[in-house]
């Protein structure tokens, strides 16, 4: 690997801080380097390496050969800002999006979308076999003999406009007057934003309106400083099957001065808003919600749809923010699931309800187990709004419930489940083997503890078949997998 050329190669070690001379690192901080990019991260960082010395650098991609500054050097590894693309890589874009830099909420605009799914894959992949210890057999059924399939990555057709919530956080601008927009990269200062590209175009045009309307009555953003001002967040949703919006003013205090103004102004400015909230939060915290909902006009809730089933999504739901990848998914899931009717299904980690309700249409029961109150109360609105009787909700850790379940004798012939990013409970898993369900399906957002707790299963008497790397968030470094599992001795 080609050294940088303004640096001496005599006077190297003279440069070096003594620390860095005893550990004789081949960089030393603000050294100019060549490096080329052999990987990327799961943040989505470059990793370049010189002679055997990892460095991550921002915005360089995997095949590509760059110049870089070296910011900050560990003994393992450090840290570079990209200088200058020497040899790009073909797969590198201009990013579509004029605020990329600065914003931070997508990683890999700069790459296209192809490759954003291959790495996708491949990032599954590595995480399967260095983490999990797993042997991958390859991308399809005819292809291998032995080993996982996993497949190339379910992606979107049209990868933009993606999202139906937008949650923005609201400042004052220098000179006065209402912005919102996003935290600008490491950092809690606000940049105005008219256009978010993986927002449906409706949600913007929302927040603009919305924006506009507070800067017209003279609304003052919150300070996270002070703790003065009104105004913290603008939430909007909208249901992309139903076309339903709501508007949310999370406020600093209960009071809504010129409330009827505010309610007046969205009517008019957003024709066909189902539902106008206030959602109080007075404590200093950058948690967005506060306990407290109120309606201010119109519905509590707005409806949408995942395949048939129908949800009421209030202000604070958790509700899947891309619907059409989600039917994807969901999809997998019960595919993977292979119900005839007569299976009892236990969905854990189950939220409000969505992959219960999805798959009860075929099972023949289903019992759903979720930490969070409030999701379960949802969950069984929604059965109840979808005519749905054989779901059953549990609210409480997924972990202490399940084995309670086996004792009163609940044996599933098929488990789901879809654990937060820090995966499942390890009692979860010895319950899952207890039970010996026929089929697991492991629902992921994190590959890595997907791969962990694969291992265990597959330990247990559970022989992993395939995953399904499906694309709920382009242009960012999320990765979701839907995984089947059976049992060994069928
Ligand atoms: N399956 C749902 C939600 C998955 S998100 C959907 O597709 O919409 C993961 C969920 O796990 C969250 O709702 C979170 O509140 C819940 N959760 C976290 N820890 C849990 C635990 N120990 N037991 C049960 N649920 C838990």
Same mark, same amino acid.
């Given at each position: 690997?080609?050294?940088? *050329?303004?640096?001496?190669?005599?006077?190297?070690?003279?440069?070096?801080?003594? $620390?860095?001379?005893?550990?004789? =690192?081949?960089?030393?901080?603000?050294?100019?380097?060549?490096?080329?990019?052999?990987?990327?991260?799961?943040?989505?960082?470059?990793?370049?390496?010189?002679?055997?010395?990892?460095?991550?650098?921002?915005? &360089?991609?995997?095949?590509?050969?760059?110049?870089?500054?070296?910011?900050?050097?560990?003994?393992? /590894?450090?840290?570079?800002?990209?200088?200058?693309?020497?040899?790009?890589? !073909?797969?590198?874009?201009?990013?579509?999006?004029?605020?990329?830099?600065?914003?931070?909420?997508?990683?890999?605009?700069?790459? $296209?979308?192809?490759?954003?799914?291959?790495?996708?894959?491949?990032?599954?992949?590595?995480?399967?076999?260095?983490?999990?210890?797993?042997?991958?057999?390859?991308?399809?059924?005819?292809?291998?003999?032995?080993?996982?399939?996993?497949? +190339?990555?379910?992606?979107?057709?049209?990868?933009?406009?993606? *999202?139906?919530? &937008?949650?923005? +956080?609201?400042?004052?601008?220098?000179?006065?007057?209402?912005?919102?927009?996003?935290?600008?990269?490491?950092?809690?200062?606000?940049?105005?934003?008219?256009?978010?590209?993986?927002?449906?175009?409706?949600?913007?045009?929302?927040?603009?309106?919305?924006?506009?309307?507070? *800067?017209?009555?003279?609304?003052?953003?919150?300070?996270?400083?002070?703790?003065?001002?009104?105004?913290?967040?603008?939430?909007?949703?909208?249901?992309?099957?139903?076309?339903?919006?709501?508007?949310?003013?999370?406020?600093?205090?209960?009071?809504?001065?010129?409330?009827?103004?505010?309610?007046?102004?969205?009517?008019?400015?957003?024709?066909?808003?189902?539902?106008?909230?206030?959602?109080?939060?007075?404590?200093?915290?950058?948690?967005?919600?506060?306990?407290?909902?109120?309606?201010?006009?119109?519905?509590?809730?707005? /409806?949408?749809?995942?395949?048939?089933?129908?949800?009421?999504?209030?202000?604070?739901?958790?509700?899947?923010?891309?619907?059409?990848?989600?039917?994807?998914?969901?999809?997998?899931? =019960?595919?993977? %699931?292979?119900?005839?009717?007569?299976?009892?299904?236990?969905?854990? /980690?189950?939220?409000?309800?969505?992959?219960?309700?999805?798959?009860?249409?075929?099972?023949?029961?289903?019992?759903?187990?979720?930490?969070?109150?409030? %999701?379960?109360?949802?969950?069984?609105?929604? &059965?109840?709004?979808?005519?749905?009787?054989?779901?059953?909700?549990?609210?409480?850790?997924?972990?202490?419930?399940?084995?309670?379940? =086996?004792?009163?004798?609940?044996? !599933?012939?098929?488990?789901?489940?879809?654990? !937060? *990013?820090?995966?499942?409970?390890?009692?979860?898993?010895?319950? =899952?083997?207890?039970?010996?369900?026929?089929?697991?399906?492991?629902?992921?957002?994190?590959?890595?503890?997907?791969?962990?707790?694969?291992?265990?299963?597959?330990?247990?008497? /559970?022989?992993?078949?395939?995953?399904?790397?499906?694309?709920?968030?382009?242009?960012?470094?999320?990765?979701?997998?839907?995984?089947?599992?059976?049992?060994?001795?069928?």
């Amino acid at each position: 690997m080609t050294r940088g *050329r303004n640096r001496g190669g005599n006077s190297r070690n003279s440069s070096k801080a003594p $620390s860095q001379a005893i550990l004789d =690192l081949p960089v030393t901080k603000n050294e100019d380097v060549e490096v080329d990019i052999i990987g990327l991260t799961h943040e989505g960082e470059g990793v370049g390496r010189v002679e055997g010395y990892t460095l991550f650098i921002g915005g &360089a991609l995997p095949g590509e050969r760059v110049r870089a500054k070296v910011l900050k050097v560990k003994k393992q /590894y450090g840290y570079a800002k990209l200088v200058e693309v020497m040899v790009a890589s !073909p797969d590198r874009i201009a990013p579509p999006c004029e605020i990329y830099k600065q914003c931070g909420g997508c990683q890999l605009q700069h790459w $296209s979308y192809e490759a954003q799914l291959n790495w996708k894959r491949q990032h599954v992949v590595d995480n399967l076999e260095r983490i999990g210890k797993l042997k991958v057999g390859g991308s399809s059924e005819g292809e291998i003999e032995e080993g996982i399939v996993v497949h +190339p990555t379910l992606g979107m057709n049209d990868p933009w406009r993606y *999202r139906n919530k &937008a949650q923005v +956080p609201m400042g004052m601008a220098e000179e006065g007057g209402l912005i919102g927009g996003f935290y600008a990269r490491n950092s809690h200062r606000i940049i105005d934003m008219d256009a978010c590209l993986i927002q449906h175009d409706q949600n913007d045009d929302i927040v603009r309106r919305v924006k506009a309307i507070g *800067r017209e009555l003279g609304v003052t953003a919150y300070n996270e400083e002070t703790g003065e001002g009104l105004l913290r967040h603008v939430v909007v949703r909208v249901g992309f099957r139903t076309g339903e919006m709501m508007v949310v003013l999370v406020t600093n205090g209960a009071k809504l001065p010129r409330a009827e103004a505010w309610i007046e102004a969205i009517r008019v400015q957003v024709p066909g808003v189902a539902s106008i909230c206030q959602n109080v939060n007075t404590k200093r915290t950058n948690v967005i919600f506060g306990d407290e909902t109120r309606t201010l006009w119109g519905r509590d809730v707005i /409806y949408d749809y995942i395949g048939d089933v129908k949800f009421a999504i209030s202000a604070r739901s958790f509700y899947q923010v891309n619907p059409v990848q989600t039917e994807v998914l969901y999809g997998k899931t =019960l595919e993977y %699931a292979g119900l005839t009717g007569s299976e009892t299904v236990i969905d854990a /980690y189950c939220g409000i309800g969505t992959i219960s309700l999805f798959l009860a249409q075929h099972a023949k029961r289903v019992y759903g187990v979720e930490i969070v109150p409030e %999701a379960i109360e949802d969950a069984r609105a929604n &059965a109840a709004l979808n005519g749905i009787v054989n779901a059953e909700f549990e609210v409480g850790a997924a972990e202490d419930v399940m084995p309670r379940w =086996l004792e009163q004798g609940v044996t !599933p012939d098929v488990v789901v489940v879809d654990p !937060p *990013r820090k995966g499942c409970d390890e009692r979860l898993l010895e319950t =899952l083997l207890t039970m010996q369900p026929e089929r697991i399906v492991y629902v992921s957002c994190n590959p890595a503890t997907l791969a962990r707790d694969l291992r265990v299963l597959e330990d247990g008497g /559970y022989r992993v078949k395939e995953v399904q790397p499906v694309d709920m968030f382009p242009h960012t470094v999320h990765v979701e997998c839907c995984s089947l599992l059976v049992r060994k001795d069928n």
